[in-house]
């Protein structure tokens, strides 16, 4: 793999330039970049023949309005060849992820998909919830397309097997059985109420079920419990009877469980009005996983074929490929993409656009809620955008905003004080962008609203600045709301003015008469404050803009206390691990009791040593 760099060409631009830079390119398999004049990436994309490839853009005529534009954009091209088409378009996916070109179709919605795990690294296997890399000991299942599906999922394995999902932790430090054995949610091997290998065999079942061989199970739950009925051992018999009861709810509930169909994700796109819904529901053991849409961003001009192209190769970046994908539309190049994904699952791979039968009805499933949902998004987005335009009316705004930020703070008395910045624009909240910031000032008085403004803004505006000092991105906002009246508005106006950015609008949200909701006034700097109607659509936009900053900052606030109210005095010791810390707990009760005890009962602790109990005394008995 070769890259090659060359250098700008200010004089020339556009056709002539793209030319010039044919003379030095050959017919190798690579990777291409067009960037505009300050150097920003304006699209990318990979060749099999990059000299013919790039060819193409040297035309004077044929190109749509798009691409027409695209060209007299660029100021420069970099190149990077690669030794296969394959390695170009696994190669492309990447710098398409990683510098979100302006003109490339893009997918927006990037997070981790859950998965479940049955951990192994303990005799007694646990089962839980799994995101992120697959590094733990044990077998994977899914992936799923929500935290809910997920916990669904779960809560049903629980219910059926009675597998524990408490931590290695918990489990050797229980005397007793927890709540989940009490509402049959669990075997409670923790306290020998079943022994290993009858407990491996609930394992070896669960995993069957997550294998979709659920007939199976239940076969021999049947035997079983014909078994336990003859032999009078009525009180088994009845809680294989209640599994079963637990197993025959369970496979009434699942929505689609194709026979035919063992493993698959079922790919849909819909495109309509400039904007595109892509469906995707994951078939795995022969059940229905759930099911995530995602909203492309497109420049309105691509086809269907390029759109899902493009979808595919980000989508399966970074995620292993099921054996097979099936499509409601074909793709550009099908054997390429075959080739690429089967490359990265180390097995082969079949894409497919199926014509009839039970694929073709999973596949007009997924496009019937591909259809739907983008019709719900356009007509949300229809109705944001007319709030967004009564927003710019009613507090006189330069432009329609694209980017709303909205500031409010959390703490009781000043302790454990953060600051909460939540992000909406055309398509509603932007939940990805939310950020929370832990108020780390020294020298603010607690309970100084004013002060925790100043760290939050000053933060998040210095980083801005750091970052993108021309602007050239979208993560600056166009409109600031801050949650409070005409003395916090001249206070973060004079923050802004002392980091050099005055040309954003702001706005505070005050309480009007009474604090009663409905009464609100609004403050602009330098001018008067004014209310907006009752029954106004507007006013109505803004206090959902603010209460959910409130909303945001508030949870932020109760999530810190908890974490700090949680907190042992053992952790800050310095090796005091789970395993010390658990042995002290137990032969004392409490960390309380801990900080009270003498160096002889220290030291009679297992794996305390003498040094050891030295440091906790230390500790505790400080100054």
Not at 64 to 88: D, G, H, V, Y
Not at 343 to 365: D, M
Not at 440 to 466: A, H, N, Q, Y
Request: hydrophobic share 40%; aromatic share 6%; net charge positive.
């Amino acid at each position: 793999m070769t890259d090659s760099t060359p250098e700008m060409r200010p004089e020339k631009t556009g056709q002539t330039l793209i030319q010039d830079y044919l003379r030095t390119l050959d017919g190798s398999p690579g990777v291409y970049r067009m960037l505009d004049a300050q150097g920003a990436v304006l699209y990318v994309g990979k060749a099999r023949n990059l000299r013919a490839r790039v060819s193409n853009y040297a035309r004077g005529s044929g190109h749509s309005a798009r691409i027409a534009r695209m060209i007299r954009e660029t100021c420069s091209m970099m190149f990077l060849t690669t030794r296969t088409e394959t390695e170009a378009l696994l190669l492309e996916q990447n710098l398409i992820k990683q510098l979100k070109p302006r003109y490339n179709v893009l997918l927006r919605d990037d997070k981790s998909f859950p998965n479940i795990l049955v951990a192994k690294s303990h005799p007694f296997a646990q089962i839980k919830k799994h995101r992120g890399a697959k590094a733990e000991k044990g077998d994977y299942y899914g992936p799923f397309a929500s935290a809910g599906a997920v916990n669904r999922t779960l809560n049903q394995l629980q219910r059926v097997f009675l597998l524990r999902s408490c931590t290695d932790a918990t489990f050797s430090s229980r005397t007793r059985p927890c709540l989940l054995y009490q509402i049959k949610r669990c075997s409670a091997p923790c306290v020998d109420r079943i022994g290993l290998e009858e407990y491996n065999g609930l394992v070896a079942d669960a995993e069957l079920f997550l294998q979709g061989k659920t007939t199976r199970i239940q076969a021999d739950l049947a035997r079983e419990m014909a078994e336990a009925a003859e032999a009078m051992e009525y009180e088994r018999a009845a809680a294989l009877r209640d599994r079963i009861k637990a197993l025959t709810a369970v496979q009434s509930v699942q929505a689609i469980n194709p026979r035919g169909v063992p493993e698959a994700d079922v790919i849909a796109l819909h495109m309509e009005g400039g904007q595109a819904c892509v469906q995707v529901f994951f078939i795995r053991g022969n059940q229905s996983w759930g099911n995530r849409d995602f909203y492309p961003r497109l420049n309105g001009v691509e086809s269907a074929d390029e759109v899902m192209q493009a979808f595919l190769a980000q989508f399966y970046d970074g995620k292993v490929p099921p054996r097979l994908i099936l499509l409601s539309h074909g793709i550009e190049d099908p054997d390429l993409m075959t080739e690429a994904l089967s490359e990265k699952a180390g097995r082969k791979v079949a894409l497919g656009v199926p014509q009839r039968g039970e694929k073709a009805e999973l596949v007009e499933n997924a496009l019937r809620n591909a259809r739907e949902s983008l019709a719900r998004r356009m007509s949300e987005s229809a109705a944001q955008q007319r709030l967004l335009e009564g927003l710019t009316e009613a507090f006189d705004l330069p432009a329609v905003p694209q980017r709303i930020e909205i500031y409010d703070n959390s703490h009781i008395q000043g302790t454990n004080a953060v600051g909460g910045m939540v992000v909406a624009g055309p398509e509603g909240w932007i939940k990805s962008q939310y950020r929370k910031f832990n108020i780390k000032g020294t020298e603010i008085t607690p309970g100084d609203d004013f002060g925790m403004m100043k760290e939050v803004l000053t933060r998040r505006f210095s980083r801005l600045l750091k970052e993108d000092p021309d602007r050239q991105t979208d993560i600056w906002p166009d409109l600031l709301l801050i949650d409070g009246g005409a003395g916090q508005v001249s206070a973060v106006h004079q923050i802004m003015a002392d980091m050099g950015v005055e040309d954003i609008p702001m706005i505070g949200v005050a309480k009007g008469e009474d604090r009663d909701h409905g009464k609100e006034e609004f403050h602009r700097h330098g001018q008067r404050p004014f209310a907006l109607r009752m029954n106004d659509p507007v006013l109505y936009f803004v206090q959902r803009l603010r209460d959910e900053a409130h909303r945001w900052a508030i949870g932020t606030h109760r999530a810190k206390r908890a974490k700090a109210t949680m907190t042992n005095p053992l952790d800050e010791i310095a090796g005091i691990g789970a395993a010390r810390k658990r042995a002290l707990l137990q032969h004392f009760g409490s960390a309380k009791a801990v900080s009270r005890a003498g160096l002889a009962d220290l030291v009679a602790v297992e794996g305390i040593s003498e040094s050891m109990a030295q440091k906790i005394l230390d500790h505790f008995h400080k100054g």
